[in-house]
């Protein structure tokens, strides 16, 4: 009984092959179908209303939401979406107002001297500094969204600043108008940068790839670290070129002169200081508070001993006079009939985008430390108000600053709480203590910035890009000599440039690659990625590597093809004395999108193959391809042998 | 017995399955090590050093297969390397020169008309034409590898040399320094093609796609067409510029001085007769003949009416004098010295490129009918040495002409002979009949000219571009538009940016696609697409829709997937009244590439993932893309979740 049940069991099995192997050909066929008979792809038209539709109606669901709500609560939220500190604002705590306050304090310390030494940087004087460090942090704090965000003037947009408006206005000569000029670009700044988030352009600040970014920031750090040669060393004559060749030139030339070492052993000295500290508070946690106050300690320090020793008048050189006082109105200095305004609006796009990228990738690290995400279209409307604001109260471009946010983070800040600290502390120091300033070495300032370059240049990270990616290396290498020894335009001109032609080269490059099939499955692979894939005897399965099929690559494409098969065809000669091969299965699986050229060249490619005998099969094509073959009649032209699969394509083979 | 035989079969096969069940996992495992282990990928570096390697080796070979031979052979295989005819001269017959003599007067008959228009086109004197329809061809004849391009000055390429030198130097006022310019532009022009042949440069012909190409000779067309209006309305003060606003201007002023219509009627008629014989010959293939005579008809005819008439003393305007005798040397006037030699190499690289796109696509497309294969690197040293000898003979860039290669086509040429066959035409001409052509009004040659211009209009591929490619079709537009109202080059950079920008914008193209199951198959493909793909409960598998994950779009795909899953699992939410999905597979298949952003985005993809308890995994990886996987430890850091297939990925969930 068992054993007929197993009978029965076994005959209804092999039945089923049978029926199966009878199933499979209609399947085949139903499956070819499905691809032939794919709906419409949307087309571009119809994909840009779509995302238009779909921004109106996000905004009106917005709307009708808040329409449901209550006067009062109604008017809350719309605060709240444009004001975050209101919703964060109201559970906020004593314990976490300590921890603010601690932060803001620490970064203050840090804040005065970098405020001054990258004011010196933008050739401005150094109140303008301080002002950026007031206004900026307050707006921010009341519209961010990041927590641990750092705002205030960055050294790098200092020296991009400078380095741009200075070919319109010398800052020596005419420093009235070029002060002007720069709160003009930093009008512009705001104006792009808020319009870039309304506009959700957020993919903008993309445009300098990761690797560019690292290349360009060493290569600042280093053009920084140069300027600060001129405080350290005390040189009164010095360039106004950042490239590493003329400040070289100039540092030479100064040695010349009668030179007093008494600036440089007071830097050096309170440099080493400073970064003594840093180590041992990196090594011991319990010593971080050590590092965090060394600078503020180097410059009551330094000034003390200045003041007390009248080091100043033996050489050693000082700060002097800073404008003291809360942030004077600028809106009258932004002057819209400057003949340089059209330059100056091009300099605030450029500010605006390297502002943003700093900003947004410093923001952007420490939230996914602290796992939240951060909206990039959001930060970007935040920090435009910040400086369009900023640039009607004396500030210049403020953005979030690298070295500042890692202390307030490495500091235990909770909340934007900090920067308001920050703020009240750099007012209260331009109200009160201005006139303590006045003794301060330019030494300590260049210090305190030459403290804070190591970390801004990666050589990690750097070698890890080489070791991932020669091309993205590459992009990182041009931007720092770029940077280095052009310009600091120049190198984000070189990276942006490189970055785009290898993504150019990248699409269209002209490659193929022959595909086996993988032992115990039914897939086909490359046949070098995977040295046991098996080819098929007298099929050619080619994929093309690249994912468009477009009029730069498409006839070379096409002659490799060609050639590739009457190079295996002559193989196939030298084995078995007569051609073998008749089907060329193309895999488009990866292709994804095809031209009018490229199209052109699949019909030559067939009609030159059909021309020997041979037959041409497309396998599994994307939506937007097998569109465009229909549509173009190419299909009908190789008579539908169009496949799902590979594997299919090659049983068609053996069927007819 | 069967019986029992049968049931043996069954039992095997029952066990065969059990232990396939138990092998399928360990296979599975097996697998998934094939991916991980593949052999490295070449490197960039590694690429170059190979290709130039195959070149030498191809070289070697070239060298050794020769040193083999006798020297008698070895010197005719390399002259025969360098000029094809004697290859197939040896076959040639008195069968195939009778059809040659035919097709080359047919030619030269078409020729002589174009030449003298086409040196007006370019601001020379008319012998000009006529010069660079005689040594060209003769050298092409001897080099070249197509057998039915007709060689010659062209339409496209007269326009765009004067466009751009006469932005040098003005023709009117200095012809002979224009005409200097112009031969230095032509041998620039044949230096750039020789150096594209000979470092295999081919690719660049294919950087203006066929879309930019038909929207390009369409304007062209008009430009040409509309600069024929001066020679068939008579106009004395006629523009210089191109553009169809100037022209029309020029046009509607010279209405206000005594105007003669009687080269406008002359010049109609003659255009009315040329363009009713041509639909003739095309609707009955017997009265093909009638079309290849009557611009030959059309000269002789009205040369003998002006002639008998007198009409010139009426307002005809003629031909006048145009010197006679053979191509000069012009080897003393090529002048290096020149203070606009930068600015003529450059105009001869534009030249040179379009010369070549014209050349290569007619010699490709009749080649293709013909059902040969064309050599781009080798046509282009051909065309090059053709130019290059050219302007030492006083003649201006030469190229395969569309209208008379065609002509030579339907006339039924075999060889090149034809093109030796016309250029002893019109060399004969030159030497004996440039007196006959003193009385040959210029409405005449004006209406040749614009007879042949129709069919450079191609409306149906103009419709055929829009219905397959929005994009290409936008490029076709773009230099159409750009010709017509701008100049010539404006519509070429229109042309080639749009392409290259489209080529940028559909690879870093920020979109995902959710896949499904194919029902009975293991494929998982596009959920639009195949609107029968089902998807898997559990499990969200995405496809990035670029061939690039690169800083340009890894933020953006990053943040698309974390919105994306947050959405199914809400929709979840709903159903199920938990969250369901725990595992994220991307089906890297199709990405060709990936950069170090992308792989810091794919590391914040998983940090983001798992901090919400869900698990990324990655399916089918290619070379690339694997190979950077590994070395930037991203595989180690998703605990080795790198799969063949998606399905292999899903089963992962289902053990675990």
């Not at 029965?8 to 008979?37: A, G, P, Y």
Request: glycine share 6%; with cysteine; charged share 15%.
């Amino acid at each position: 009984m068992a054993s007929s049940r197993d009978m029965e069991t076994c005959k209804s099995e092999h039945m089923q092959v049978d029926i199966d192997q009878k199933n499979s050909f209609q399947d085949k066929i139903v499956r070819s179908q499905w691809v032939l008979n794919a709906p419409e792809p949307p087309s571009p038209l119809h994909v840009v209303a779509d995302s238009v539709k779909k921004t109106i109606s996000r905004v009106r669901k917005r709307f009708s939401s808040m329409a449901d709500q209550s006067c009062t609560t109604l008017l809350l939220s719309v605060l709240q979406g444009i004001f975050p500190i209101l919703g964060w604002g109201r559970s906020y705590t004593v314990a976490k107002f300590r921890k603010d306050f601690l932060a803001g304090l620490t970064i203050a310390s840090l804040c005065i001297p970098q405020s001054i030494g990258y004011a010196t940087l933008a050739h401005l004087d150094p109140e303008y500094g301080l002002y950026t460090s007031v206004v900026p942090p307050l707006i921010y704090a009341v519209m961010g969204t990041s927590r641990e965000i750092a705002i205030g003037p960055v050294a790098v947009v200092s020296l991009l600043l400078s380095s741009m408006v200075q070919k319109l206005v010398d800052p020596t000569t005419n420093p009235l108008a070029y002060t002007k000029l720069i709160l003009l670009a930093t009008l512009f700044a705001g104006i792009f940068q808020t319009a870039f988030g309304f506009f959700r352009l957020g993919f903008l600040v993309d445009f300098l790839s990761h690797a560019a970014i690292v290349g360009f920031v060493a290569g600042a750090a280093i053009v920084i670290g140069l300027q600060q040669l001129k405080g350290l060393l005390g040189i009164t004559h010095f360039t106004t070129k950042t490239d590493i060749i003329s400040v070289m030139k100039a540092v030479w030339e100064s040695f010349h002169d009668p030179w007093n070492p008494r600036n440089f052993i007071l830097g050096c000295s309170f440099l080493v200081f400073i970064l003594t500290t840093r180590i041992l508070g990196k090594k011991k946690k319990k010593l971080f508070w050590l590092a965090s106050i060394s600078p503020l300690v180097s410059i009551i320090v330094s000034t003390l001993v200045v003041y007390l020793t009248q080091a100043d008048k033996d050489g050693v050189k000082i700060v002097k006079h800073v404008k003291g006082g809360l942030n004077p109105s600028s809106i009258h200095q932004l002057d819209f009939n400057n003949p340089y305004v059209g330059e100056v609006a091009k300099i605030g796009l450029v500010v605006a985008i390297v502002a943003l990228t700093e900003s947004v990738s410093v923001g952007r690290s420490f939230a996914s430390i602290k796992g939240y995400q951060l909206e990039g279209n959001r930060e970007m409307v935040s920090i435009g108000l910040t400086n369009i604001i900023g640039s009607f109260t004396s500030c210049y471009v403020a953005t979030g600053s690298f070295s500042r946010t890692a202390v307030n983070y490495a500091a235990g800040c909770e909340t934007l709480v900090s920067n308001i600290v920050m703020a009240i502390t750099v007012l209260i120091s331009l109200q009160f203590l201005t006139k303590l300033l006045y003794y301060t070495p330019t030494a300590i300032i260049a210090s305190i910035i030459l403290s804070a370059l190591p970390g801004l240049i990666d050589i990690n990270e750097a070698y890890k890009i080489w070791k991932v990616d020669k091309l993205d290396f590459l992009a990182c290498f041009g931007a720092f000599f770029g940077v280095l020894f052009a310009s600091v335009e120049i190198g984000l001109i070189v990276a942006v440039t490189i970055s785009f032609a290898k993504i150019v080269i990248i699409s269209i490059r002209p490659g193929i690659e022959t595909l086996g099939k993988l032992p115990g499955t039914d897939l086909f692979c490359d046949v070098y990625q995977y040295p046991m894939a098996a080819q098929i005897p007298g099929v050619v399965i080619i994929r093309i590597k690249s994912a468009l099929l477009c009029f730069a690559n498409a006839n070379f494409v096409r002659e490799r093809i060609v050639k590739w098969v009457t190079q295996e065809e002559s193989k196939g000669d030298m084995k078995h004395s007569r051609s073998t091969i008749n089907l060329i299965i193309i895999d488009t699986s990866n292709l994804v999108n095809i031209d009018t050229s490229g199209i052109a060249s699949l019909e030559e490619l067939h009609k030159s193959l059909s021309s020997h005998g041979k037959q041409l099969a497309i396998a599994n094509p994307r939506w937007q391809v097998i569109h465009k073959l229909k549509v173009s009649n190419f299909i009908t032209k190789i008579s539908d042998r169009v496949f799902l699969t590979v594997e299919e394509a090659i049983g068609y083979k053996t069927e007819c």
